[in-house]
């Protein structure tokens, strides 16, 4: 079964590990993956978000995939 895992937040430009921002921005980045990936990616990620010192939740729940179409290269 596929997860599905949300962070939710304001991103920041000292945030700069996984995006670039010049201001603030409301972000929701959502990710869909076996569970004990997506664990592991919060916990390599979790001092990065702490430090942060912005709010933001990150949600697990199980998904449905109903159409999972891939693209040419």
């Known amino acids: ?3 599905r895992i949300q962070l939710m ?12 921002l010049n201001i603030k921005h409301p ?3 959502e990710i ?12 390599e990620i979790k001092s990065d978000l702490n430090s942060m010192g912005k ?3 990150i949600t697990l729940e199980p998904v449905d995939i109903l159409m999972d179409i891939q693209g040419t290269p």
Do not use: H, P, T
């Open 9 to 20: 937040g304001i991103l920041c430009q000292n945030f700069v590990l996984f995006w670039e």
């Open 27 to 29: 972000m929701v980045v």
């Open 55 to 57: 709010g933001f939740l």
């Open 1 to 3: 079964m596929k997860y």
């Open 32 to 43: 869909i993956d076996e569970e004990s990936k997506l664990k592991a990616f919060v916990r």
